[in-house]
């Protein structure tokens, strides 16, 4: 006789892939020994720039127990974004793949939402809180150990089926489950990312400076962007995706079906004279309910401003 763990597992999995996600796995809830270390020894070199919010909830990120109380499992989860079609460069500035369409966080915690009710209806009542990168959460750490695939030398989770274009997520619970092994390794000797990275961001592998890197430069930064990072931008104007557009196993990525992700027609047909004249009112048309909001008018305007 199937015991009630396996059950409720095998549920879970099968109701994840229904509602879209292309991996499911699990492991026990707790304190990441290891990750803890090296999340210090990061902050402590300060490769996590002005992002200052990565100093907060120290106790809480390296373990789930005192961010959510009474969990036992963390269910890790990953949504695919790769496009069916990438945004013209010829002429262009460019914007990261995950910003093309709709901001994922409210999509992918809808869809989570929807997800749990259908699982209460079965299961009954249970705890749980759900994260999409909107809090001190592991994410990597916790999908890595839930055995959904590898940490790079670029610091992205990687699988070897489908690469590594797709949103983590967590539903942090109560309930005791089955839980999944890590996998190994399989960049091997590749060294594509860290030669391909116009920034030198990757500083060894698995370690990002992100005072660095672009995509810091482009969306967290608040600031002017340095002198250091002239004519070593490649057109990026919100965000970058060199590391993953030259890691191999993301030959493997197949296009997403989630709508929300497309890009827009004004997003699809602008090139850099028409971003170069871009106004508030455009900008915000344009990135309505996009990811892109974040960095502002402001800041993607200085960003353009610093490509000319």
Known sequence: MKSTKEIWTKLIKSKAAAFGFQDCGISESGFLEQDARALEAYLNKGYHGNMQYMENHFDKRVDTRLLVEGSKSVISLTYNYFP???????????????????????????????????????????????????????????????????????????????GSFFFIAEIICDLELEYDSPIGDYCGTCKKCIEACPTEAIIEPNVIDGSRCISYATIELKESIPASFKDSMEDWMFGCDICQDVCPWNRFSLPHNEPRFEPSEALSNYSKPQWQELTQDLFSEIFRGSPVKRTKFSG????????K
């Open 84 to 162: 069916k079609k990438e945004l013209p460069t010829l002429d262009n500035f460019k914007i990261s793949k995950y910003a093309y369409g709709e901001d994922y966080h409210p999509v992918i915690k809808s869809i989570l939402g929807d997800m749990v009710l259908e699982l209460q209806e079965e299961i009954g009542a249970f705890g749980f809180r759900v994260f999409v990168d909107s809090a001190p959460v592991l994410e990597r750490s916790w999908a890595r150990k839930s055995g959904l695939g590898w940490v790079g030398k670029n610091a992205n989770l990687i699988t070897k089926q489908k």
């Open 300 to 307: 993607l305007k200085r960003n353009i401003e610093f490509l």
